[in-house]
């Protein structure tokens, strides 16, 4: 008995183990074979699909890498005052308007940036505004740097907010005892912020650098030479030129890998700065003046980030030019109706496989520490590899004779789902960590197959998470751009290449009216399943009861 014990009790652990080798397998597949298959093509052409056109001599524009690092760079300075603030408010002070920012954030976080951009160009366009000094500026290097900083908003805020919840009270408390001058005080708190500062700008760095929607909007107009869409210009235009574009995602991903290391090392400081579990600070009323500051801010970042593009685009789609159509027209709906089965089908496999490979790293032992490695590994490399790299990775590596999926919607749906299992990863991970193992354990001792516990105990508390997960994973992949401009099958362009396309031929008004449906239809979708399907889940429940 004893020995069959033992036995039952290493079964989970190997089971963990499998789960951690088939999970290395599938990123192997999926993400290390490509990426590295195509930024080796400039010491090994031959990996190229097309030896003849994967030779090139030319060399890296040095014009579109000091734009790139230095806009970037730009967008990262300018992005620390407003976030710094935002975490500020948003975790020390207790005000009515909170509500809103963070619904401002969430927004600005889901909209993609072409659309954006797009909408100030239209607000740009419009009579009063279109010779004014105002829409010179935006039509340069100032309107990038203005739209890549309020696209970075909401990642710098979240970590501005991390920032203050970590300072706890403990060291303001102890400040304010030991240390009576109130600027010296300011002083310390700001030296106890300059990690989550550096992590700021290094991530805003990387988010800048590797955004494709407004470099292939703004960007291509103002004809400003940027690394990413440099990329793209090499894999759009004939003869195809694979090796430069190789060349230029490695400079591009060793960027992003030196800011994400400094990044990681900043956060080791802090944790080593601060120390130990702090108490968090509880938030407090703010006063006259911080108040008006609060809702001055709201106001500005929900104007910047959601209601004048928003706006210019309702008033653009309500009042097309001539040389526009009435409505959406057929080929429009097509694309809606593509992007819906694309984004669906691709946010239920990211986070099915999210939930299974979170509920695996749940048991303990090697195996579960391991996995947890490789996902902390995944997001990493994700965030250094964007999506026009991965889409021209995927072409590389499957369009051979053995894995000949180029083409197909079953590799746009394979690049999407790979491209956005580390958000879901990234999302779910709270979730899953405040699960008790002693609920599953409990329930296994008594006989309840595996079955019943996900029905019965983990599915009841992970439903809603489970839902805002892939809520928030549909609606992204849904206004996707890059892997879809570059894997999209020929015939079938999803939403976001159609809107582009539209862009580029100036039918502002038919783009406006096609993004405001897209978004109606995308947004419903999303609202209903996250309405719906807990209710459904609890009316399952209540029924086998």
């Known amino acids: 008995m004893t020995g069959l014990s033992r036995l039952a009790g290493r079964v989970p ?130 309107g990038i740097v203005f739209l890549l900083t309020v696209k970075g908003l909401a990642f710098a ?32 708190t700001a030296r106890l912020l300059l990690p ?26 103002a004809h400003l030479p940027l690394v990413v869409y440099a990329i793209y210009q090499n894999l759009a235009t004939v003869p195809v030129d694979f090796t430069q574009a190789a060349r230029l995602s490695a400079l591009l991903v060793f960027l992003a890998l030196v800011a994400l290391a400094v990044q990681a090392v900043l956060a080791r400081h802090q944790a080593m700065t601060v120390g130990g579990r702090q108490h968090r600070a509880a938030a407090v009323p703010c006063g006259p ?47 809606i109706g ?3 089965r694309y984004a669906f089908v691709s946010a239920v496999g990211a986070v099915v496989l999210a939930a299974v490979i979170l509920g695996v790293r749940m048991r303990s032992g090697m195996g579960g520490r391991v996995l947890s490695r490789m996902l902390l ?15 021209a990775a995927y072409v590389i590596a499957f369009n051979g004779r053995v894995l000949a999926l180029y083409g197909t919607p079953a590799l746009l749906i394979l690049a999407y789902t790979a491209s956005h299992l580390p958000i879901a990863l990234r999302f779910l991970d709270a979730p899953f960590a405040s699960l008790h193992r002693g609920l599953g354990e409990a329930a296994r001792v008594h006989g309840v197959p595996l079955s019943g516990r996900v029905e019965g105990i983990y ?9 805002w997960a892939w809520a928030m994973v549909f609606i992204t992949l849904f206004f996707e751009l890059p892997l879809s401009e570059i894997l999209y099958p020929a015939g079938a362009q999803p939403l ?15 783009e406006a009216r096609l993004a405001l449906a897209g978004m109606a239809v995308c947004l419903a979708l999303a609202g209903t399943v996250i309405v719906l399907v807990p209710r459904l889940a609890g009316w399952h429940a209540g029924g086998e009861k």
């Open 13 to 142: 652990n190997l089971a963990v183990g499998i789960c951690a080798v088939l999970f290395g397998l599938l990123a192997l597949l999926c993400f290390v074979y490509p990426v590295v298959r195509f930024l080796g093509l400039p010491l090994m052409p031959g990996w190229g699909p097309l030896p003849p056109l994967a030779v090139s001599a030319q060399g890296v524009s040095s014009t579109a890498v000091w734009n790139t690092v230095r806009l970037s760079a730009e967008a990262g300075l300018l992005v620390v005052p407003p976030g710094i603030l935002i975490g500020f408010l948003l975790e020390r002070r207790r005000w009515r308007g909170a509500w809103l920012l963070s619904a401002t954030l969430w927004g600005i976080f889901l909209i993609p940036s072409y659309l954006l951009t797009t909408g100030w160009q239209m607000l740009m366009a419009m009579p009063g505004l279109a010779d004014s000094l105002f829409s010179r500026l935006f039509y340069g290097e100032t």
């Open 196 to 221: 989550v500062v550096g992590s700021m700008i290094m991530v805003q760095v990387v988010a800048a650098s590797q955004d494709f929607g407004i470099a292939a909007t703004l960007g291509a107009q």
């Open 338 to 340: 593509l992007s819906l």
């Open 496 to 510: 976001a290449v159609r809107l582009l396309s539209l862009e580029v031929a100036l039918h502002y008004g038919a």
């Open 289 to 335: 003046v911080l108040t008006a500051v609060a809702y001055l801010l709201t106001g500005g970042v929900l104007l910047a980030g959601v209601g004048a593009p928003l706006l210019a685009l309702a008033m653009e789609g309500l009042g097309g030019g001539a040389s526009d159509v009435a409505a959406v027209d057929a080929e429009g709906w097509r694309s």
């Open 459 to 467: 599915l009841p508390l992970l439903i809603r998470p489970l839902g």
């Open 157 to 188: 805020a979240m970590t501005a907010r991390t920032g203050w919840h970590a300072a706890g009270t403990d060291l303001d408390a102890a400040s304010r005892v030991h240390v009576r001058a109130a600027w010296r005080r300011g002083w310390l």
């Open 377 to 391: 590994w995944l997001v990493s490399a994700n965030m250094a590899v964007p999506g026009v790299i991965l889409g």
